[in-house]
């Protein structure tokens, strides 16, 4: 009995600390298609991408599976162009938890409108980074390796550098895709062009903005608000300059889209003086969405 017992600490054990690193949640919208015969077809597909997602090994770490990364997968169907062939888009979004709150801080959140896919219900979803088999498979892990890279870069500088590297593998095992989304002439802002400039050594210093703002200001406003707000700031500083010398770049697009209504309910509660860099900051570096930021220098309802 106490054999059993003991086995079966190990395996509990186990299955806690040497749990996969993504906590994905996928949604299949085909709505755009007519007919009732999808819905079996995208509810199969959902399920399979859930397990090759949540039960892969992606890196060589050990994560608990409080650990796992929290993430989005939203795939909108948009056309069928053949009996087994779809075209869609796709949005991956991805946060990771700030120490002491229950907080969780967005990463990503990127759309993707190219995004075509062969798939034939219960096919096994075959995946080798360096052999290029499917583009579902090729693109659902291109992200996955996105979405890890960019979780680590705000745990330690340019930390993600192997899992964009990965992802960059993906990219030239692609190059001979007829699908779009992998080469360097079709888009400015496309795969191919995201993890170049995450890898480019140009931008290192954007991919070090990731880490301060996280690392030296989120986890930091639990126990030290004002120094992490500050912290916040110097990192919003930092981009600013980046920006001076690289404007409208893909990265710095990527950053505000999944950090800009954070940034507003960080400072809508900042000094007045505090308020106003942050503002001036925040309208140069995205003037696409300047007026939203107005709301940072809005007096807080007090109730």
């Not at 399920?47 to 993430?71: A, K």
């Not at 707000?229 to 893909?250: T, Y």
């Not at 001036?280 to 940072?296: L, Q």
């Amino acid at each position: 009995m106490k054999k059993i017992i003991l086995l079966l600490s190990v395996l509990f054990v186990s299955l806690s600390v040497f749990s996969q690193e993504l906590d994905c949640r996928i949604q299949v919208n085909h709505s755009q298609l007519q007919g009732t015969t999808y819905e079996k077809l995208f509810q199969t597909l959902r399920q399979e991408l859930h397990e090759f997602i949540n039960n892969r090994n992606w890196t060589n770490h050990v994560y608990t599976r409080d650990e796992r990364i929290e993430c989005n997968i939203f795939i909108t169907i948009e056309d069928q162009i053949a009996s087994d062939e779809f075209k869609a888009k796709i949005q991956v979004s991805s946060s990771r938890p700030v120490y002491g709150v229950s907080y969780l801080s967005p990463l990503l959140n990127h759309m993707d409108n190219n995004f075509q896919f062969k798939y034939v219900e219960f096919e096994p979803l075959d995946f080798n980074e360096n052999t290029f088999t499917s583009n579902l498979t090729s693109v659902i892990a291109y992200y996955c390796y996105i979405i890890i890279g960019m979780d680590y870069d705000t745990f330690g500088s340019s930390a993600g550098t192997p899992y964009f590297q990965k992802a960059e593998k993906i990219v030239q095992s692609s190059q001979a895709a007829q699908e779009k989304g992998w080469k360097a002439y079709e888009d400015l802002k496309n795969r191919y062009w995201l993890v170049e400039n995450l890898l480019n050594s140009q931008y290192s210093s954007m991919r070090d903005f990731m880490y301060t703002y996280h690392r030296l200001g989120m986890d930091k406003m639990a126990d030290k608000p004002t120094e992490g707000r500050a912290n916040v700031e110097q990192a919003l500083e930092d981009l600013k300059n980046i920006h001076r010398r690289k404007p409208g770049s893909f990265l710095m697009t990527l950053y505000t889209t999944a950090k800009g209504d954070e940034i507003i309910n960080i400072f809508s509660e900042g000094f007045p003086d505090e308020k106003a860099r942050v503002y001036n900051i925040m309208k140069e570096v995205d003037p696409a969405n300047s007026s939203k930021y107005e709301k940072i220098m809005k007096e807080p309802i007090i109730e």
